[in-house]
Each structure stands twice: as structure tokens, then as C-alpha cells.
């Protein structure tokens, strides 16, 4: 019998008909990516001209010395002021303490899940992350308003007996803030960064082991280098979600302008903007979005500052 030839048999219509249809399909989503990146582009540029128009004129009235270097914040007093310089101070200090205590935390149960424990404890560790990450924030507040609130309460009963210059805050406090912060930002360090590790390559780990290094040398000086660019993400998105918390943060916070000292009763730039924002008017109003100004600018910096360490660190120079 004589071999068919399977080629000849196919119609070349078909074969054109089919390329053509697969050319269509992939054009036809290659648009529509670029288009849901240009969507993605035209709302950062469309936030940022917003931000920049309605936070401007309140610089321009009231002068951006007095509202970014003065300290006293009374917006409805006869002769109102708005300095927002201790507010600044607060969602900075604030921010930087919640990500030392929640970060070095994350990274290591991180690595606990990823590389130490075994396949029953990730089973139960593992949904208690990811249920921490759906608790809204107003129930994080509630907690830290019914149970660290009245703890940090005795705690400064005790540091501060017999003192006259001390104002109690009932336990509201920038110390209160920062530990809820640091718990809140735990479930977003914790999954991208064992994400990170569980992307790192195999023979990595088996090239450390083959040279003699133990376990422990092999996470910290091995597979934490390799999967920096995940960890630097994790700081990132960390960072961003302690500067924008409001809701938890107004309640546990005592939401009173002082200077960021840890028994203080704080206000942070976002519940400035949430406590005030209802019943602002004039000028008042656009300080307001001032403030939101300084928040956007303070986000924008911090994630285009790490992700230059994260581009020069990652990156290899060129040897001279």
C-alpha cells in the first residue's frame, strides 16, 4: 500500500484560515492589555493632577511654612492655624516604628512557612495569615480599642504615677497605633514574602548544602539574598498600607495633636482627613486637601525610594 502523504491532505485553506484567525485573536488581546495598562496609567496621572489642583490653592493661601513647619493645628479658632507639622511627624514616626516591629516579623514566619516547617503546621498556619488579611479594619480597631487600649491604660498608670505634667490618654496613645499597625500589615509582608521564597531556585539551596553550609546559613545567607526583590515588594506594600490606615488608627490612636512621644494621644494625615473632611469649609477644607497632598507625596516617595534601592541592589554593575 502506498503511504498517504498527511500533509498534502489538509487543505491549505484551512491551515491560512487558522493562522489568520490566531493573528486576529492575539491583536485583538494585545489591545486590550494596552489598554487596561493605559487605564492603569491615566488613573495615577488622573489622581495625581487631582491631588495637585485641589491641594495647591490652600499652599497658596495660608503659605507652605506655616502649614508644613508650624506645629498648632486649630483650623476653627478666631485666629485659625494650620500647622500640620506635628501631624507629619506622627504618620511618619508612627509608620517607621509599625514597619521595625511588623516587618522583621513577617519575613521570619515567612521563612518558618516556606523553608522550616512541615506540611501539617503550613496547613494551620496558613489560613490564620490569610484570615488576619480579610478582618476589616474597623474590627482591628475595636480589638485594640476593648483590649490594648485598657492594657496600655495600666501600663502608663504605672510609668506615670504621681506625675503632674503627664495628660492620661486612657490608653490612646501612639504606642497603641503602632502595634495595631504592625499587626495589620503582618498578612501582606507574610504572603508576598513567602511567595518570594518559594519562587527561589532549588539549586540554590542544594548548592549551599553541597558546600557545607548548615540550614539555618543556608535561609539567611542563600535564599534570602536570592528572593530580595519579593522582599523589598513586601516592604513596599507594607509601608503603603501602615501610611493610608485610617479607621483602625482613629480609634486606638486618641486622635489629639501632640508630638509623637509614646504615651501622647496622636492624630496621624489620614485621620486628620477622615475626622475633619465632613464638616470642613473654606480654607479649612482646602488644607485639608493639602494634607491629602502631603500624604500622596510621602507614598509616592517612599515606593519610588525603595524601588531604586531595589533596582540597584538587584541590578549588577558593570565591572569597570
Known amino acids: 500500500m502506498k503511504k498517504r502523504n498527511i500533509v498534502s491532505s489538509v487543505p491549505s485553506g484551512s491551515i491560512i484560515n487558522s493562522s489568520g484567525k490566531k493573528s486576529a485573536v492575539e491583536s485583538v488581546m494585545r489591545a486590550f492589555f494596552a489598554a487596561c495598562a493605559a487605564v492603569a496609567v491615566f488613573a495615577v496621572i488622573s489622581m495625581t493632577l487631582y491631588m495637585l489642583l485641589n491641594g495647591l490653592p490652600g499652599i497658596g493661601k495660608v503659605g507652605w511654612r506655616e502649614i508644613l513647619f508650624q506645629k498648632a493645628w486649630k483650623p476653627t479658632a478666631a485666629e485659625p492655624s494650620y500647622g500640620i507639622f506635628s501631624i507629619i511627624l506622627t504618620s511618619l514616626t508612627g509608620t517607621l516604628a509599625a514597619v521595625m516591629i511588623g516587618v522583621p516579623a513577617g519575613i521570619l514566619t515567612a521563612v518558618y512557612l516556606a523553608e522550616i516547617s512541615g506540611k501539617r503546621t503550613t496547613r494551620l498556619v496558613k489560613p490564620a495569615v490569610e484570615l488576619l488579611s480579610g478582618i476589616p479594619s474597623v474590627i482591628y480597631g475595636l480589638l485594640g480599642l476593648y483590649l490594648l487600649n485598657p492594657l496600655m491604660y495600666r501600663v502608663e498608670r504605672k510609668l506615670f504615677q504621681g506625675s503632674h505634667d503627664h495628660q492620661f490618654t486612657g490608653g490612646a496613645n501612639l504606642l497603641s497605633a503602632v502595634l495595631v499597625l504592625a499587626v495589620m500589615i503582618l498578612p501582606t ?49 507594607g509601608v503603603g498600607k501602615a501610611l493610608g490606615e485610617a479607621m483602625a488608627i482613629l480609634m486606638v490612636s486618641g486622635n489629639s495633636v501632640n508630638m509623637p512621644l509614646p504615651f501622647h494621644s496622636v492624630r496621624f494625615l489620614t485621620t486628620a482627613l477622615v475626622s475633619e473632611m465632613a464638616y470642613a469649609q473654606g480654607t479649612h477644607r482646602q488644607v485639608l486637601f493639602t494634607i491629602g497632598l502631603v500624604l500622596f507625596v510621602f507614598i509616592m516617595s517612599v515606593n519610588l525610594v525603595l524601588h531604586w534601592i531595589l533596582r540597584n541592589c538587584t541590578v549588577p554593575k558593570e565591572s569597570e
Do not use: D
Open 189 to 237: 509582608v507574610i504572603n508576598v514574602s513567602e511567595t518570594a521564597l518559594r519562587a527561589v531556585s532549588p539549586g540554590i539551596r542544594e548548592a549551599s548544602l553541597g558546600l557545607g553550609a548548615s540550614r539555618m546559613q543556608t535561609i539567611f545567607r542563600a535564599v534570602l539574598p536570592a528572593a530580595k526583590s519579593g522582599l523589598f515588594t513586601a516592604v513596599v506594600l
